[in-house]
């Protein structure tokens, strides 16, 4: 993996792709292990859109099947060099856009946050596929360098949409236009795994600290427990009693006469 090319393309078209961060058993064991969360995925429709499909989200709570991913170190470098030693896990999801699922709107991901465009990254999101990400099967859709435009988001500009095979990532910056396209295959679904990330002094597009059960986080690694937020960041924010609001959390357990 070439980082500065990576970085490069990120910072200059918003996006780039890293084509092997994961080998075939890797992803074969995520396949393998997350099957469960996969099929419970449906669809829905609604006028406007049409059918398209219901992301599971909250993985950390309903699976220990990611926690390896989420502390990949290839990964987690690259989160580094662009957002800086700061950040924080913002979201986990799955995804498996169906067959007949159509397209997402055209959106921005960091669009919660009132900072006016352009500006430093504030999030980069990632997916990782599980599947090839082909134009049929619905692929990702951005367009390029779209995340130093100051106007709103237009839902009819030209796309690039992004192609990689198996254990293959793509990450962008939070601001770039994007969407997730339609599958007008017959029979194929798209898996990949959706890993948010955003500077720690930021909100989580997630709730970290409600979605996950305490006693999940203490068994968690503390490499762990500092992704989700679990650490004081920029000078102090977010103590309890100016220590790592972890000790909280598993003094409370202990209060409460559970195993730590």
Same mark, same amino acid.
């Given at each position: 993996?070439?980082?500065? #090319?990576?970085?490069?393309?990120?910072?200059?078209?918003?996006?780039?792709?890293?084509?092997?961060?994961?080998?075939?058993? *890797?992803?074969?064991?995520?396949?393998?292990?997350?099957?469960?969360?996969?099929?419970?995925?449906?669809?829905?429709?609604?006028?406007?859109?049409?059918?398209? *499909?219901?992301?599971?989200?909250?993985?950390?709570?309903?699976?220990?099947?990611?926690?390896?991913?989420?502390?990949?170190?290839?990964?987690?470098?690259?989160?580094?060099?662009?957002?800086?030693?700061?950040?924080?896990?913002?979201?986990?999801?799955?995804? #498996?856009?169906?067959?007949?699922?159509?397209?997402?709107?055209?959106? #921005?991901?960091?669009?919660?946050?009132? !900072?006016?465009?352009?500006?430093?990254?504030? !999030?980069?999101?990632?997916?990782?596929?599980?599947?090839?990400?082909?134009?049929?099967?619905?692929?990702?859709?951005?367009?390029?360098?779209?995340?130093?435009? *100051?106007?709103?988001?237009?839902?009819?500009?030209?796309?690039?949409?992004?192609?990689?095979?198996?254990?293959?990532?793509?990450?962008?910056?939070?601001?770039?236009?994007?969407?997730?396209?339609?599958?007008?295959?017959?029979?194929?679904? #798209?898996?990949?795994?959706?890993?948010?990330?955003?500077?720690?002094?930021?909100?989580?597009?997630?709730?970290?600290? !409600?979605?996950?059960?305490?006693?999940?986080?203490?068994?968690?690694?503390?490499?762990?427990?500092?992704?989700?937020?679990?650490?004081?960041?920029?000078?102090?924010?977010?103590?309890?009693?100016?220590?790592?609001? !972890?000790? *909280?959390?598993?003094?409370?357990?202990?209060?409460?006469?559970?195993?730590?």
């Amino acid at each position: 993996m070439n980082l500065q #090319r990576v970085v490069a393309e990120v910072r200059e078209e918003g996006y780039a792709v890293v084509p092997d961060l994961l080998d075939l058993e *890797t992803v074969e064991q995520l396949r393998k292990d997350l099957e469960p969360i996969f099929d419970d995925i449906g669809s829905r429709s609604s006028e406007e859109y049409g059918q398209q *499909t219901i992301h599971t989200h909250n993985l950390l709570a309903k699976t220990r099947a990611v926690d390896e991913l989420l502390m990949n170190e290839k990964l987690l470098t690259l989160i580094e060099a662009i957002l800086g030693p700061d950040f924080q896990i913002s979201g986990v999801a799955a995804m #498996r856009p169906a067959p007949g699922d159509r397209r997402q709107h055209m959106h #921005r991901d960091d669009g919660h946050y009132p !900072i006016p465009y352009p500006h430093p990254p504030l !999030i980069v999101n990632t997916l990782i596929a599980l599947d090839p990400f082909t134009v049929e099967n619905g692929a990702t859709e951005v367009v390029p360098r779209s995340h130093l435009k *100051t106007g709103k988001v237009e839902q009819d500009e030209p796309t690039v949409t992004v192609e990689m095979p198996v254990g293959g990532l793509l990450l962008w910056d939070g601001a770039l236009w994007h969407r997730g396209g339609g599958n007008s295959t017959k029979h194929s679904y #798209r898996r990949s795994i959706n890993l948010n990330f955003n500077l720690a002094w930021l909100k989580q597009r997630e709730n970290q600290f !409600i979605g996950v059960p305490p006693e999940v986080v203490v068994a968690m690694p503390e490499k762990l427990q500092a992704l989700i937020g679990y650490k004081l960041t920029n000078f102090g924010l977010g103590t309890v009693d100016y220590r790592n609001p !972890i000790e *909280t959390v598993k003094k409370r357990l202990l209060d409460n006469g559970s195993a730590i």
